[in-house]
T-cell receptor, first 112, second 116 residues
Framework: QKEVEQNSGPLSVPEGAIASLNCTYS??????FFWYRQYSGKSPELIMS??SNGDKEDGRFTAQLNKASQYVSLLIRDSQPSDSATYLC????????????WGAGTKLIIKP | DTGVSQDPRHKITKRGQNVTFRCDPI?????LYWYRQTLGQGPEFLTY????????KSRLLSDRFSAERPKGSFSTLEIQRTEQGDSAMYLC??????????????FGPGTRLTVL
């Protein structure tokens, strides 16, 4: 069974602090990793993609990938109330160049 | 804005009726995906097109569901004889096609289906 695991939360973080979201996956053959943000009642919005081990930064967001330990994380610096949402982790199914396996998401609450 | 669009945004229907949803992908994207999402869950893969060819359909998907992408542009998803368990958000996404790796998928706003 191919799985992507996320803590459902809610994760509560004070405004201005760093929010750290984690995701583990079971398929060692996965090569492509994505973080999406989803506001309540809305569709997922792509934040970051990462394909290689290490860190990838984009503005206040940093994605971290460790294939040996099979986890991917998302850091949000200087958290804002507008960052309050559910964050979904998606990982490609091994040997598939299109199919993604999704976590159930972590609900993040930024407290002013 | 030339993002992914979906129509309708909301659909309420009675059990047993047929419904059809439309998705218009980003114009240069040759891949199109349909997902279903229920509350508290991640998107569930339904089917995938590369250009006009439907290359994969989830084994979990009932035969009541069918999708088309006749000219490799817009796509339709039809659900026949709807059941209350079909109530969900139906999401369409599109992407470029990479020869290696998995490309980024961009989602439309979704169609919220309620079956009474």
């Amino acid at each position: 069974q191919k799985e992507v695991e996320q803590n459902s939360g809610p994760l509560s973080v004070p405004e201005g602090a760093i929010a750290s979201l984690n995701c583990t996956y079971s398929d060692r053959g996965s090569q492509s990793f994505f973080w999406y943000r989803q506001y309540s009642g809305k569709s997922p919005e792509l934040i970051m993609s990462i394909y290689s081990n290490g860190d990838k930064e984009d503005g206040r967001f940093t994605a971290q990938l460790n294939k040996a330990s099979q986890y991917v994380s998302l850091l949000i610096r200087d958290s804002q109330p507008s960052d309050s949402a559910t964050y979904l982790c998606a990982v490609n199914l091994r040997d598939s160049n299109y199919q993604l396996i999704w976590g159930a998401g972590t609900k993040l609450i930024i407290k002013p | 804005d030339t993002g992914v669009s979906q129509d309708p945004r909301h659909k309420i229907t009675k059990r047993g009726q047929n419904v059809t949803f439309r998705c218009d992908p980003i114009s240069e994207h040759n891949r199109l995906y349909w997902y279903r999402q229920t509350l508290g869950q991640g998107p569930e893969f339904l089917t995938y097109f590369q250009n006009e060819a439907q290359l994969e359909k989830s084994r979990l998907l009932s035969d009541r569901f069918s999708a088309e992408r006749p000219k490799g542009s817009f796509s339709t998803l039809e659900i026949q004889r709807t059941e209350q368990g079909d109530s969900a958000m139906y999401l369409c996404a599109s992407s470029l096609g990479f020869w290696t790796g998995v490309p980024e998928q961009f989602f439309g706003p979704g169609t919220r289906l309620t079956v009474l």
